[in-house]
Nanobody, 121 residues
Framework: QVQLVESGGGLVQAGGSLRLSCAAS????????MGWYRQAPGKQRELVAH???????NYADSVKGRFTISGDNAKNTVYLQMNSLKPEDTAVYYC???????????????WGQGTQVTVSS
């Protein structure tokens, strides 16, 4: 079984910073991408940022210049450094990994349980 365990959420004032971490564990052959999504109350889940195993990154326009995603391939871990947080960043943040369980198997998506980020004004 594959598990994604997130940490680092919490309550912060506007303008503050938080760092999220997500570690993937289990019987994993290869991780293709890891990323962060978020879902605010009454809204659809949206991509925040993701990173490939080669280090290429992609960000939502709303977080460019404020958030930085990074990864540690040896630890199967992804980080999200969030600076200059705004109240509109308030959401449950979910870690995602697109990975292979075995050689020649198809890519499969796994999700973490989510971590709450609340930004007060």
């Amino acid at each position: 079984q594959v598990q994604l365990v997130e940490s680092g959420g919490g309550l912060v004032q506007a303008g503050g910073s938080l760092r999220l971490s997500c570690a993937a564990s289990g019987s994993i052959f290869r991780i293709n991408t890891m990323g962060w999504y978020r879902q605010a109350p009454g809204k659809q889940r949206e991509l925040v940022a993701h990173i490939t195993s080669g280090g290429s990154t992609n960000y939502a326009d709303s977080v460019k210049g404020r958030f930085t995603i990074s990864g540690d391939n040896a630890k199967n871990t992804v980080y999200l450094q969030m600076n200059s947080l705004k109240p509109e960043d308030t959401a449950v943040y979910y870690c995602n990994a697109e990975l292979q369980l075995r050689l020649w198997s198809r890519l499969v998506d796994y999700w973490g349980q989510g971590t709450q980020v609340t930004v007060s004004s």
